[in-house]
């Protein structure tokens, strides 16, 4: 929404010019870079409709249907138009609505005034003026000439030149009102209307004074609005008696012709209306409230406005305040949480520098020198603000390593006074100590009182340790030699098994020895059946004549003869087999109790390696005490002596197992060989039952053939008994 309000008005009763707190409160809170689009022209011509057209609204700036002026003075709306320029960037438009010159009731000096200081404060100045550029016209902007007389770019210089003032004087649009003539040029060409205005402001030809006030309008009119612009609007509506109400009319009854031109003329107006400058500087809010009311100033004490100065005191007055925001901007920024370190600190400060510098910038105008000045007051208020926090960081972060290091005190005496303190207990706690003691602690005193605390703490932990350490050493000693008294009876325990042991591998040993007899005579058993076997082979030989004699009597006594000779032979295999077995059953068990006795010397050896480690703690953990006690050096010694002492013993039943298991090894070959002579008999037996079987075979063919012979009685016998005997 928003109405309305006045910026500048004339008390006729003091006859001066006061400013509109109220508008002039929301310039300043206006932080963003501002665009002023004024309208000035003659009274009662329709400014007050353009405005509202860009307000997008009616009944905004009031429009009169009398010919009393509707505005006095300079009116300002209330609600400033948000925009983005070609960059995005935001900024605002304020419009201006200026009182009508060349009123009834104006000076020409008030008429000048008015009109400069809207040409003054705005970006885009718009005249707006009823009809084509004529002689008329161009008097009436005799104001332009006249606003030279009135202004000043700078205090030392007299009349404004118009190169210096073209520099601060906004873009120009003269907007032609009701215009009803066709744009051509002289042969029949149409022309643009910024064509049209460029050819109105030619100079004239001719000779005289009043040529040459003519052309002076011009040439200033040129000279001051180097970025001019004209636009025309033709006429809304024919009825002139509905033109007397034109805000109150509905835009579908005014004419096409007028609703596109006025269409077009916003367009124009929001492209040319951009943020005002002062040199290189954009003006925002507070930098536009500050000109106005410098111009304002100079105007009723009778002088004339000069830009230069109204700026400087604007200049002074934006990076005072800009000051103040720096040094307000320092203190939000500043992070009371900085660890109180030197180095720390001074960059807190620093960043906190370069962020109050931003905030000085965003708002700070004017020349070096002022900027300079103003800047390096807020420099010293925020020094001095880092400053008094510096101390009081300090002086906390100082009583708070009193603090620890009081409790710190404390602690390592309680320690001490305990009954378990111990060099490693005492490291524990001066760790957790020192721990949080770099955690906490800061401060450029930190780390000076920790080593004044640990050089008074150390040597006082060192004389209560080492006493405490000296009174334990003895006790340890006394315990260390109940230890090795009973270390000694473990080994006299040890060596008593380690006899037993040894008895126990000696009855072993016989019985090895006893196993290994046995095979022998086993094997000379094997050989002599085998000479007795030869034996009977050649018997056989001898024989086989007469066991060819007969084969023909004694054929179904020769078969049954044969099944017995395989029987005996099977029963003879298999009695070897199951001695064979009976050996390897004996030879297992031999195994399994040199076994045994191979794990009760691997016990032994575990618990004298058990006693050894245990010896070599002993003797670790007393080293230190050795010089001090020579007679439990001696006694672990003698214990060192007689452990290797058992060692000994112990290589020597592991020996006497070696030779067990050599003399087993033997016994496997023998059965070995033992079962390779079997297989041979077997195979001598059955040859033999071959042959036997091929003379049959002879035989048989022979008696086939008709030979006879006599048998006796007494051979078949015979026969019988080499048989069984074989």
């Known amino acids: ?18 400013i509109g707190k109220e508008a002039l409160a929301i310039l300043q809170d206006i932080r963003t870079p ?122 030392s210089s007299g009349k404004a030149d118009v190169r210096e003032l073209r520099e601060f004087t906004p873009s120009f649009l003269w907007l032609l009102r009701d215009f009803y003539l066709k744009l051509e040029d002289e042969y029949g060409r149409k022309v643009t209307p910024n064509d049209y205005l460029e050819t109105a402001l030619l100079p ?7 040529v040459e006030a003519k052309n002076q309008i011009r040439a200033s009119i040129k000279s001051l609005f180097p970025d001019r612009d004209c636009a025309t609007l033709v006429r809304p509506m024919h009825d002139e008696q509905a033109l007397v109400n034109l805000d109150q009319i509905p835009p579908n009854q005014l004419r096409p012709e007028f609703r596109e031109g006025v269409a077009g003329l916003m367009q124009l107006i929001f492209a040319k209306a951009q943020p005002k400058h002062m040199g290189q500087y954009v003006l925002t809010g507070p930098v536009l409230s500050g000109l106005t009311e410098a111009y304002v100033k100079a105007i009723n004490k009778g002088a004339v406005p000069t830009i230069a100065t109204a700026w400087q005191g604007v200049a002074e007055q934006e990076c005072r305040r800009a000051a103040d925001l720096a040094q307000e901007a320092y203190t ?109 602690a800061a401060g450029p005193q930190k780390w000076v009182k920790l080593v004044d605390f640990l050089k008074t703490a150390y040597p006082q932990i060192l004389r209560d340790i080492t006493a405490k350490q000296e009174a334990q050493a003895r006790a340890d000693v006394s315990r260390l030699a109940e230890e090795v008294q009973a270390a000694h009876k473990q080994l006299n325990s040890l060596n008593s098994r380690a006899e037993q042991a040894e008895a126990q591998v000696s009855a072993r040993s016989a019985d090895v020895s006893d196993l290994q007899q046995q095979l022998m005579q086993q094997g000379q058993q094997l050989a002599a059946a085998r000479v007795e076997t030869q034996h009977q ?33 099977r029963q003879a295999r298999l009695l070897h087999q199951q001695e064979v077995i009976s050996l390897e059953s004996k030879l297992l ?26 010896l070599s703690s002993q003797t670790s953990e007393s080293s230190e005490y050795m010089r001090k006690y020579g007679k439990a050096k001696v006694e672990a010694a003698a214990l060192a002596t007689q452990l290797e002492e058992a060692k000994g013993q112990i290589a020597a039943l592991q020996v006497q197992v070696q030779v067990a298991e050599r003399g087993r090894d033997q016994a496997l070959r023998a059965v070995a060989d033992l079962e390779g002579q079997l ?3 077997g195979e001598e037996i059955a040859n ?39």
């Open 1 to 18: 929404m928003g109405e309305a309000l006045e910026l500048i008005r004339y008390d006729v009763a003091n006859s001066c010019f006061e």
């Open 34 to 155: 501002l665009s002023v689009v004024a309208v000035c022209g003659r009274a009662r011509q329709g400014k007050s409709f353009i405005l509202n057209q860009l307000l997008q609204r009616t009944g905004g700036f009031q429009i009169g249907s009398t010919t009393r002026p509707c505005t006095k003075g300079l009116w300002m709306w209330s609600t400033p138009q948000k925009r983005l320029d070609a960059d995005g960037r935001e900024f605002h438009i304020v419009l201006l609505d200026t009182e009508g010159i060349d009123a009834y009731d104006q000076t020409t000096q008030y008429s000048t005034q008015i009109f400069s200081l809207a040409v003054l404060l705005s970006s885009l100045f718009v005249y707006n003026q009823m009809g084509g550029i004529d002689e008329a016209a161009l008097d009436r902007l005799s104001l332009v000439t006249e606003m030279t007389k009135h202004i000043k770019v700078r205090a």
């Open 204 to 210: 004239v030809g001719g000779m005289g004074s009043a």
């Open 332 to 440: 939000a920024a500043f992070n009371e949480e900085v660890a109180p370190e030197e180095a720390a600190l001074d960059e807190e400060h620093q960043r906190c520098l370069q962020v109050a510098k931003e905030a000085y910038d965003a708002v700070a105008v004017g020349d070096d020198s002022v900027r300079r000045a103003h800047q390096q007051k807020y420099i010293e208020g925020c020094t001095a603000r880092f400053a008094e926090v510096r101390a009081r960081k300090l002086a906390e972060a100082s009583a708070l390593v009193n603090e620890l290091l009081l409790k710190a005190n404390t602690l390592v005496s309680s320690a001490l006074n305990s009954a378990s303190a111990t060099p490693e207990t005492m490291q524990q706690t001066l760790g957790q100590f020192l721990d949080q003691y770099v955690r906490v």
């Open 537 to 569: 082979t050649g018997k056989a030989a001898a024989l086989e004549s007469q066991v060819q004699e007969l084969q023909l009597v004694g054929e179904k006594r020769l078969m049954a003869l044969q099944q017995e000779t395989e029987a005996a032979a």
């Open 589 to 614: 068990a031999e195994q399994q109790r040199a076994a045994e006795l191979t794990a009760q010397v691997t016990e032994l050896e575990s618990q004298l390696s058990a006693m050894s480690a245990k």
């Open 679 to 681: 297989e041979e008999i």
């Open 688 to 726: 033999h039952m071959q042959e036997a079987e091929a003379e049959r075979e002879k035989s048989l063919t022979e008696s086939r053939k008709g030979s006879t012979a006599v048998y006796r009685w007494s051979d078949v016998n015979e026969g019988d008994q080499l048989i069984k005997a074989v």
